[in-house]
């Protein structure tokens, strides 16, 4: 199936999920409901697409702008040498998704790394901690709210240097 | 006290429990392993990664497109010059810059010779941390050779941003074929002198071969990319399987391994770098010698200023000499033609007055680069795996978000996997095969 | 009689002065980190070490029996020159001992740990 | 000067030059610092040449702390405790720009100089120092212990 099928393909059986399908710079993007991602990207990954690798899982902040999180996918399919995004909206009062850590195992380290620096809670995952800042951090540095150079010190700094 | 981590809460009374923490020479210094002991059979492992979380992504939205380039040199500092060419290539996808000829062959013969010196202090790292102190200090006097070639045109030995928007910053050293000729040399030299020490040695082969095993499904399942997924036989190359830059006009196989153990995760790596330097000999043979700057006089850039008040300089003028390759006659075959992509030549802006305020529009604040609004993911193969950046840019001279895709992150998630159930001592060799970089894993 | 004792005067004042210097020069400067286990920098996870394993004591003596071994042949070569073969074949009684228990300790698997 | 403040005074030289020349370093490497210490660690540019070659991996048998690379708010409580670790005397290198200052990275996540946390006897700039800087930072951490007040057990703590 060439690139424009696939997506056509990839619409009709993910059925109502998808929401919009763009195009940004040459890459295909599917834009899928919050509540479906599960269920969609289990899909993807069997069979007929086999989008074996979860390449990556990352968040924009866009909750000044539209009160919202957008959490970003790229799926790899080896067989088909081709690249697909998907972004899911989540609301930035109570930010929360669905997990991938049956489907795919970097979605662990994935998903504790947005929960990190976003503050997105992950439905289902075994152990939601924080990944990169340590236990004692408040607030979610990768947030436009969280002030870039807030230091939060570990043990008593002199200051007087 | 700190609240109790996994390991604390599932760990049984009677075993032991240590720390291979984060100040190990072993763990290159950022990782912390937590292990749980029956003797010396791990029963139980977790990773704690963060010490070297440096902000990357927030400071990159906060800086310019220009500015936030040094960064990227320190994402993963063993092969800084591909990070630059993966951000530096996203920008120009969004862009649509087209990048001369000449500048594509100089991006590829620096991140080939990154890619060699990668894998050169991985191996370095992996064999003396299992013992052979002999190996480490070849390779790292062979990865002096490969540093000289980068430092004579560039100028710096590691952190170089040399590879910028729109191209390269200056044109290669006058000699470049004379130290990339030796920096060859050695390389093989010091790889043959390698394999004879370790390929066949049996204590190295007792600590790599069949340990730290991950089959297919796994190493897709953790989403590994690069040396260590081929290692388990499956030919995911970035550079093959999307070819960027002229790497489809290049002859080079993709090395494989078969059963995914530290001992293939060596020999993909040691292969790759044959391959490597076969690329550095083509690529050498593709580039064309520079022109010679055109001969007549050379007036100081103050006489240059004074005469050019009343009337246009045809004189060449002398440049100071960290300028040396960027004169303005090379720039043309060295960066995009588009208007404020890159540094405008010194020459126009010491004698012009659209020189000047082209100058100081690409770096005053709100001018200079902005790629249109959207987002985008471009991938180069890196040392580690496939190096991705994704940037939404909201049209602004600072990205609105830049995401790097970390290829070690996803292989050093697979550790405690590779590690349970085996000796304390296979942790050693394991962990030095998957090439962990704090850079590129903490960001 | 005199060498022996200036050799016994001259390394046993040596490796005294080895031993006690450092008691003089070095600073003291106690600090409570510093009575900690060194574990890599981070807080120990657990403060008491528990029992030790079985084959660890099995390697340990082991070990000690073949070093004192080791130990006995300074005193064995120098005292066996111009023996010929009677010193031989004494040397090789201690030794062939010590090697039939070390072969049965491999063979009964000390050494093979998982 | 009487006879004792000559003796004491040759002691304090003697004791400065037998320290300065057997520096067993403890790397404490986090960053890509490291692959510069690597560079002057081995052949090329060695470290060897200066008596302060010998790497130890454990504070308890090093007497200088080269902290290499960048140090982050989560590191920092175990850099201290390295240090604390250390048996007395004992001396700091902060290695390269990250290390002195923070460097290029002034953000929530990083420690803004290791003097900060423990007291630092020779700042190292750089952004990776080159290797000859390196050893320049060594020779005058040397000068600094052979002129240095020498501590010793009975030293008259003035």
Known sequence: ?????????????????????????????????????????????????????????????????EG?????????????????????????????????????????WLEREVYDMFGVRFEGHPDLRRLLTYEGFEGHPLRKSYPWRLEQPRIPLKDDV | MEPLTRIERQARPESMLLNMGPSHPAMHGTLRIMLELDGEKILNAECEIGYLHRGFEKTCENKTWFNLLIYTDRLNYVSPLINNLGYVMTVEKMMGLAVPERAQLIRVL???????????????????????????????????????????????????????????????????????ATAIKETRKVLKDVSGLLDQNSIFLGRTRGVGVISREDALSYGWTGPCLRSTGIPYDVRKAHPYLVYDRLLFEVPVGEAGDNYDRYSVRMREMEQSLRLLEQVAALIPDA??????PVIEPAEAIRRSRRTRTAERIRLSPNLEGSEKDRLAGLTAAAPLASVPAKEDTYTTMEGLISHFLFFMRGKGIRPPKGDAYFSVEGGNGEVGFYIVSDGSDRPYRLHLRAPCFHIVSALEQLIRGRLLADVIPTFGSMNMIGGELDR | MLELAIAFLVFG?????????????????????????????????????????????????????????????????????????GGFSALGAFVGVLAIGFVYAWKKGIFRWA | MSGFDLLTTRLESALGWGRKFSLFHYPFITACCGMEYMSTACAHFDIDRFGAGLTRFSPRQADLLLVVGTITHKLAPVLKTVYDQMLEPKWVIAFGACSVSGGIYQNYAVVQGIDRIIPVDVYIPGCPPRPEMVLDGLLKLQDKIQHQKQDWRWARKT
């Open chain 1, 1 to 65: 199936m060439g690139p424009e099928n696939l997506i056509d393909a990839i619409r009709s059986s993910l059925g109502e999920a998808v929401l919009d399908v763009a195009d940004s710079f040459g890459d295909a993007v599917l834009v899928i409901r919050a509540d479906a991602v599960r269920p969609a990207l289990a899909a993807l990954r069997e069979a007929p697409f086999d989008y074996a690798l979860l390449l990556d899982l990352t968040c924009v902040d866009f909750a000044a702008a």
């Open chain 1, 68 to 108: 919202r999180f957008e959490l970003v996918y790229h799926l790899y399919s080896l067989s088909r040498n081709v690249r697909l995004r998907i972004k899911a909206s989540v609301p930035a009062g109570d930010p929360a998704a669905a997990t991938l850590v049956g489907l795919w195992k970097n979605a662990e």
């Open chain 2, 110 to 180: 620096m991140s080939e010779l990154s890619r060699v010196s990668d894998h050169l202090t991985c191996l370095a790292a992996m064999a003396m941390e299992s013992g052979a102190f002999t190996v480490f200090l070849y390779m790292m006097k062979a990865r002096e050779y490969l540093w000289d070639v980068i430092e004579f045109t560039t100028g710096a030995r590691m952190t170089t941003s040399y590879i910028r928007i729109g191209g390269v910053r200056a044109d290669l050293h006058p000699e470049w074929r004379g130290s990339l």
């Open chain 2, 291 to 296: 022109a010679p700057l055109p001969a007549g």
């Open chain 3, 13 to 85: 004042l040596l490796s005294a002065v080895m031993i006690l210097i450092n008691f003089f020069l070095g600073p003291r400067r106690p600090n409570p980190a510093r009575e900690k286990p060194f574990e890599c920098g981070s807080p120990p996870l657990r403060a008491s070490i528990g029992p030790v394993h079985v084959p660890f004591f099995l390697v340990a003596l082991l070990f000690l029996l073949l070093d004192v071994e080791i130990v006995f042949f300074y005193p064995l070569a120098l005292a066996f020159r111009g023996r010929g073969l």
